[in-house]
C-alpha cells in the first residue's frame, strides 16, 4: 500500500536536502527586517497586486510562503478582478497543473484535477465546501484562492493526492468603506456585486461586512440561463485583548439550465442545446454558517474553536442527451428527475505553541475535528418511446417519456474523527523542516433503496503523513523537498452490496523557491510523482464499479507572480503532467491517459498600470491560456484537441472613486471545447465576447 511506503521514501526525498553539517552549530545572521502595519500581509487579508507572500492553508499558521517545504499557488482576488470573471475555474487557470473535470451540467463547481488527479473536494477558510452537489463558491465573497500541491491529508484529512484548493473568503476590516460594481456583456449578462464594510464601535473592536451579489445570464449555448442571488454577512468582535469572534455565513439562490453540452460530430454548432427548454431550470440553494473563536493563552500559545455547518438541496428535471446514433445525425435522449438534499456539520479544536528545543525552534499544531456528513439522492430516469433529437436541425417540445422509472435512491452518511499533529521547525537560519500527521477514524453506510433496501457499512481507521525540509541556498533562492500520503473514502456499492475500500496515494516533489527583482516577484518550479491505488474502475460484467485501479502522475510545474516594475504585474503558470492509468481493466486498461489532463498547458496574465499623467491609475493588460490535447473520455481514443486563448482588458480610472472597464475574451474567437466528461458530454468554449463594468467606491 502507498501509505506503508512513506516512511523510506520520505527519508530518501529530505535527504535530497538534509546534510548532516547542518546539526552542528552553523548558525548564521540574517539580514535585519523592518516590519511595519502597512506593509504587513496576513493570511487571510487582501493581497497588494498579484504577489501573496503569506498563507495559511499548507500549514494553518500564518505562515511566509518562502518558508514552507511545499508548492502553493495563491491567486488573490485581483486576478479576477482584472479578468473581468465571476468564474472560480478563471482563477484556477494561472494555479499551474489544475485542469477543468466535469461541471455537472453547468450546475457546480463539481470536480476539477490538480496535477492529473480528478477530485470534488475543495475547502473554504479549511473546512471541507464541496461535499453534495453546492453552487460554485461566489467571488463576490472571495478574497484569495489558495492550491496547495500534493497530498494534504495529514491537514485536511480524506482527499485526492493530487492537490486542495482552499477559498478564503473577505473578512471584517477596521476601515469603513462601500464597493459597488455593475457589469454587462455579451448575450445578455448582467451581474450587481456591493460590498459593504462597517465599523460598528468608534474602539474598531466590532466590525461588520456584507457582501452580496445578483446575477441575470443568458449565454451563447442557445436556450441556456441562470440566475444568481448571494448574500453574505460576517462580523467580527474583539471580546478582550486575548480573545477573538468571527462569525460568517451565506445564502445562495442559485438557478440554472442542465446542459450537458454537444456530442462528437462534425460540422455540429457549439450553440446547439440538446436539451428541452421546457423542462425548467434546476434549482440549487446553499446556506452556510460558520464561526471561529479564539483566544490568546500567553505569548506563546493560542487556542482556536471553530464550527462550519452547510446545508444545501438541489432540485430538477432534465433531459440529457445521449450518444450519437448510426444514422450520423440524432441522438436518443433520457429524461431524470432529481431530488438531493444534504448537510455537513464540522467542528475543530487546535492549539498552537511557539517553544524552543535547544537551538532548535518549533511551531506546534495540535487539533482535532469531528464532522457528520448526511446525503439523501433520488435521481429517476424515465424511460419510453424514443426521444430522440436530431442535432442538426433540433425540434424541440417532444412529450416526455412516460415508461419505466428507474434510476438511484439511496441514503448516506459519513462520521469521521480526526486528530492531527504538526511541527514547524527552524533548525538553523537557512534549514527549516515540518513534519505532520494526522489519524483519523471514519464510519460509512450507505442505504439503498433501489437494491431491496440494501445496507452496507464499513468503517477505515487512516493514518497519514507529511514532511519536508527547506533549505535557504541565498535570501532569495530556497531549494525544497517533501513526501506525504493521502487517502479517500469511495462512495457507492459494489456487485456484492458491499462499500469499496478507500482511495490510498502517496506524493514526492522537489522544487525550487525564488525571489527577484528586488523581491518583487515570487517563482516556484517543483517536480512531483504521485500515486494513487483502489481506484475505482467499470467492471464491464455488471456496469458497476469495484476498486482494483492504479494510477500514477508525475512531471514539474512553474508558477510566477508579482511586479516586474512599479508599472507592470503579472502571473503564470506552466505545467507538464504525464499521468495515466497503471492497472485497470477492459474498459480503462493500463496506459490509458487519464480524463481531461493535458500533458502541457500554461497561461500568463500581464498589466501595466499608469503611474503618471490624466491615466494615472488607468491600466492595459492580456491573458494567455494554453491547454494542449486531452483524453476526452476514460479508455478510448477520444481527445480533445489542443487550444489557446487571448484575451485583453482595460480600466479607466475616470476619478478616484469610479473606474470604467472593458474585457474582450476570446480575441480571435477560437472554436475550442474546454470539457467532456465522454464524446457525447462535450462543453464548448465561449466564443469571443466583452463585458463592461463600472466600479464604484465610497
Known sequence: MPSRRIAPMAGLALGLLFDPAYAEDNTLELDTISVTTDAYESATGPVKGYRATRSASATKTDTALRDIPQSISVIPATVLKDLGSTQVERALEFAGGVSKQNNFGGLTLYEYSVRGFTTSEFYQDGFSANRGYPSTPDTANIERIEVLKGPAASLYGRGDPGGTVNI?????????????????????????????????????????????????????????????????????????????????????????????????????????????????????????????????LNDAWKLRLASHYKQGSLWGDASENRALNADGHTIDRRYRERSTGWHDSITQVELRGLFDIGSWQHELLVGTEYEDYRKKERVTAIGGSRYTLDIYNPVYGQPKPNGARSGTDFFEQTQSHA???????????????????????????????????????????ALTQRAGLLYQLTPQVGVFANASTSFKPNSGLGADGKSFKPEEGVGYEVGVKSELFDDRLSATLAAFHIEKENVLTLDPATNLNRAVGKARSQGLDLQLSGQVSDAVRVIGAFAYIDAEVTKGDKTLPAGSRILGVAKRSGSLLGVYEFQDGALRG??????????????????????????????????????????????????FDENYYERSYSSYWISPGEPRNFTVSLTLNL
Open 168 to 296: 478564503v473568503t473577505k473578512k471584517p476590516q477596521p476601515d469603513a468603506f462601500t464597493t459597488v460594481q455593475t457589469s454587462a456583456g455579451s448575450w445578455d449578462r448582467y451581474r450587481t456585486a456591493v460590498d459593504l464594510n462597517t465599523p460598528l464601535d468608534s474602539e474598531g473592536n466590532l466590525l461588520s461586512r456584507v457582501n452580496l451579489a445578483v446575477e441575470d445570464n443568458h449565454s451563447f449555448r442557445d436556450h441556456v440561463q441562470s440566475k444568481r442571488v448571494f448574500v453574505a454577512p460576517s462580523f467580527s468582535w474583539q471580546l478582550d485583548p486575548d480573545t477573538h469572534l468571527l462569525v460568517e455565513s451565506e445564502l445562495v439562490r442559485h438557478s440554472s439550465t442542465f446542459d450537458r453540452g454537444i456530442v462528437d460530430a462534425s460540422g455540429v454548432s457549439r450553440t446547439t442545446f440538446l436539451g428541452e427548454p421546457n423542462d425548467g431550470d434546476i434549482d440549487n440553494h446553499n446556506n452556510r454558517l460558520q464561526a471561529s473563536l479564539e483566544h490568546h
Open 419 to 461: 486528530l492531527n499533529l504538526q511541527d514547524q521547525v527552524i533548525f538553523t537560519d537557512r534549514l527549516r523542516g515540518m513534519v505532520g500527521a494526522r489519524f483519523e477514524h471514519f464510519e460509512q453506510s450507505i442505504d439503498d433503496f433501489t437494491r431491496n433496501h440494501a445496507r452496507s457499512h464499513q468503517t477505515h481507521d
Open 618 to 667: 488607468s491600466d492595459l493588460g492580456a491573458a494567455f491560456t494554453y491547454v494542449g490535447d486531452r483524453s476526452g473520455e476514460a479508455g478510448t481514443r477520444f481527445e480533445l484537441p489542443a487550444y489557446h486563448t487571448v484575451d485583453l482588458l482595460a480600466h479607466y480610472k475616470a476619478t478616484d472613486n469610479l473606474t470604467v472597464g472593458l474585457n474582450l475574451n476570446n480575441l
